[in-house]
Structures are given as C-alpha cells and as structure tokens.
C-alpha cells in the first residue's frame, strides 16, 4: 500500500508541470495569432474601394441613361430636365442592394440638386454639299461622323471637311480617300493654327474602313461600322481637335461633295429654338452637361461628391 | 523479511515533492519568459508594420476619392485599429517628407508603442498632402481620415 501512495504522489507532480506547461504555451499561441487578426482586419469596404466602385457605377449609369435620352431612346413625358431628374434618383437603387447583399448597410444615393442641366440641340442630317455653317456663337459640345462611302479620287481634290474657327484661329479636319490604297480605305487628317502657330499636319490611314464612324472627342475611328469587324482604334491626328487645342468659340462649317454618302450628329449648346434644322436632316432638343450628387454611406466610409456627366462630349 | 519502506518518511517525501515542483516550475516559467518576450517583440513590430500598412492604405484610398473634379464635399473614412498592439498603447506619427516629384506628396507613417523601443515605418505616397507640414500626432485605435475641402489636405484624427 505504501508504495501505491508513492506513485500517487509522483502522477500529482507530473500533472501540475504538464498544466503550468499548458498554461504558457497557451499565452505563446495568442499572442502570435494576434498579429493574424490584426492582419485580417479590414478589407475593401472598410478602405473606401467600394465607394469608388459604386461612384463609378453610378456615373456610368448616368451617363447611359443621359445618353440614352439624348438619343431619342426613350420618349420622356414633359420636360426632358425633370423627367432626367427624377429617373437620376433611381440609379442609387441598384447600387445599395448591392452593398446590402455583401454584407454591410450601405446608403448609396444619386440625386439631382437645383437640375443642373444645361438645354441643348442635337443636329443630324446627311453628309452632302447642303451641310449646315453653324453660327459663331453657337458651341458644339460633341461631334459625331458617319461615313459610309468616300468616293475615289487621284487627286484628293474630293474631301469632306469640318472647320472650326475661333478669330484667325483655325482647325480643319478632312477625310477623303487613300489615292493608293483600295476604294474602301480612309484618311482622316488634320491642319490648323493655334495661336499663329500653324500646326503640323497629321493623318491616319484606315485600310478597308467603310463604313468609318469618327469621334473627334476622343480621337477615335470605328472601322467596319456596325459590322462584327467593328474595331475602334486611337488616331493621334484627332487628338489636337478635340483636347489638346481648345477654341472659345466654335464657328464650324462642313464641306462635301455630292458623292460623298454618310451622316453626321453635333451636339451644340444653343435650345432647339435657335438652330434650324439643315435640309433633310433634325434639330432635337437635349440636355448636356448634367451635374449629380453622389451620396455613398457606410458604417466606416462617409462620402459626398458631385459627378460631372458629359458623355461623348468634347472636354 | 525484507522491509521496502526503508528511509522513508512522509515528511521527507512531502518536502521533496514540494522542492521538486518548485524547481521545475521555476525553470518553466524562466524558460518560457524568454520566449514569451522575444515572442512579443516579434509580435509587437509585426502588428505596428499591419497597422501602419492599413493605415497607408486607408489614405491611399482616400486621396482617390478626392482627386474627383469637383472636389468631393464631405469625405471621411475611419478605420478601427487596435488600441493597444501586444499589450501596449501606442502612437501614430505622420510626417511629410520630401519627395523628388513635385506632384507627389511623400508621408513617412511612424508607429511607436509606449512600453517598447520598437519603431514601424511605412511610406505613403498621396496627390494630396496629409496633414500640416509639422506633422501630426494620433492615438493607436480608432482613427478617421478626412478631406479638408478648404485646405486641401487629407486630416488624420482620433475619432
């Protein structure tokens, strides 16, 4: 029996040195794993990612419901500046229940204040010699060509051509055809002077191109247009016509020949009242130039801008 | 007749057992303080370098909302950092430094907890300067960042 005692007492040492060892590799372990939690604490929505992403969001929709609108897809009751207000305060909608359904309450509101919009005009008609001179004090805020045939001339004496005036100051872009390329390619090239500077003149050949859609605003041509081929591709030529050489005041004529075949779409500043529809083409009212607030809450990111919502305008 | 509980006392055991668990227990705790403090320094460095790369992070996040045109009207973004890393409070130093691209405005975050000598440093580039140019000096724990509209500036304070 004694020596059953003395076994006893040795299995009690064994256990307290096991549980004190316990113990303190206890406190080891937390301590280490500490960094860990502080480590995976946080993520995008805490940073403030997520509300550049739902500010995008939101002035992407925008921009297409503007676009959308000024483009006669929709047929608004009443006045286009407050149909466009209040349709503008439904895009927060699909942005918040995005927020919600990750996880986190997130307040998300696009509304317009004071209907920061400015009127404006669409003209449209076809490319041909009865091509509108617009007036000096009307100023285009976008620009848009479609060209679907450029007839074929040895000489390029046969252009189509944009001219845009500010003083002696003066910017001309002129497509027309290659003269030693196929009948189907396109040159798009600029001249002008800025600041009494003359420019040097650019150009950019386009192979096999017709249909060739033109965005002056953000020096752009879409060949193949509206075909599966459709390619949209820079043209460093444009550049200068749209951003980097900026006129006050744009007195714009166009010039074409008869064999020239496409459409062309400007966006000016001036209500419907004050420009006349051109021969064969339209002069519909539109808005431009929308300003919305953009309201974004969370329980760590509070933010509140104002986006500027011009699509396809000139900048 | 052969006696087996020769020597032995149940004073002597009791004493015995007593000295034994003394000395192993000792050296347990001697032992495992060494790693306990080494542990912590390590810990205390690692979670000072997470603090201030989440914090460099929050600003950077911050400085890109505000590069908006216009400037955004109310911009606030707070982050709940620790109060105490490894067992210590600690502060949050942010001072401008010099920068070779005069677009760029260069920050050096400094952590330093109170009851350590260990010191974390992370640089941060932003558009917007971050805080006035003497610096500025916050408490480990919650922490905003604000966009001053009227001086331009990205604030960092204690909420």
């Known amino acids: 029996m004694a020596q059953l005692n003395d076994r006893g007492q040795l299995l009690l040492v064994g256990a307290f040195v096991l549980a004190v060892a316990l113990i303190g590799l206890t406190v080891v372990i937390n301590a280490s794993t500490q960094t860990t939690t502080v480590a995976g604490n946080g993520g995008a929505s805490v940073n403030g990612g997520d509300a550049v992403a739902a500010r995008e969001a939101a002035e992407r929709n925008v921009g297409s419901l503007l676009w959308t609108l000024n483009r006669g897809g929709v047929e608004p009751t009443g006045d286009l500046d407050k149909w466009f207000a209040k349709n503008v305060s439904y895009l927060g909608n699909g942005t918040r229940t995005y927020g919600a359904r990750r996880g986190q309450f997130v307040n998300v509101t696009v509304a317009m204040y004071d209907n920061v919009v400015e009127p404006g005009t669409r003209v449209t008609g076809p490319v041909d010699e009865s091509l509108p001179s617009l007036s000096p004090s009307v100023r285009a805020r976008n620009a848009t060509f479609l060209v679907t045939d450029v007839p074929r001339d040895e000489e390029d004496q046969m252009e189509f051509s944009v001219r845009s005036r500010s003083g002696t100051d003066y910017w001309q872009m002129y497509v027309n055809s290659s003269g030693t390329g196929g009948l189907d390619d396109v040159v798009v090239g600029t001249i002008g002077r800025v600041d009494f500077i003359n420019r040097e003149p650019r150009q950019c050949t386009f192979d096999d191109a017709l249909p060739v859609r033109i965005n002056p605003a953000d020096a752009t041509v879409v060949t193949k247009y509206g075909t599966p081929q459709e390619t949209s591709r820079y043209c460093p030529a444009l550049d200068r016509f749209g951003s980097g050489d900026s006129f006050d005041v744009y007195d714009i004529s166009l010039g074409a020949s008869n064999d020239f075949s496409g459409e062309y779409s400007l966006l000016v500043n001036e209500s419907e009242s004050s420009v006349a529809a051109p021969p064969g083409g339209s002069a519909v009212p539109v808005i431009y130039n929308a300003t919305v607030r953009f309201r974004y809450r969370s329980p760590t990111v509070v933010y509140e801008t104002d986006i500027r919502v011009a699509p396809d305008e000139i900048p | ?159």
Do not use: K
């Not at chain 2, 057992?17 to 390590?42: C, M, Y």
């Not at chain 2, 979670?47 to 590069?67: E, I, K, N, P, S």
């Not at chain 2, 707070?78 to 105490?84: E, I």
């Not at chain 2, 971050?130 to 001053?148: E, K, N």
């Open chain 2, 1 to 159: 007749m052969i006696r087996t509980d020769r020597g032995v006392s149940t004073g002597v055991s009791y004493a015995l057992v007593i000295a034994i668990s003394l000395v192993l227990t000792t050296g347990l705790v001697f032992g495992a303080s060494s790693l306990v403090e080494q542990n912590q320094r390590s810990v205390t460095n690692q979670q000072t370098q997470v603090v201030g790369q989440q914090l460099a992070a929050t600003l950077v996040h911050a400085d890109r909302l505000a590069a908006t045109e216009p400037e955004p009207r109310n911009l606030a973004i707070t982050r709940r950092f620790p109060t105490r890393v490894a067992g210590s409070q600690y502060r949050i130093t942010l001072t401008p430094a010099p920068g070779t691209v005069p677009t760029i405005n260069r920050t050096v975050i400094t952590l330093r907890p109170v009851a350590s000598d260990a010191v974390a440093r992370t640089n941060v580039s932003t558009s917007l300067q971050v805080g006035p140019a003497g610096g500025t000096t916050v408490l480990g724990g919650d922490v905003r960042v604000i966009y001053d509209p009227a001086t331009d500036r990205l604030e960092v304070r204690n909420v």
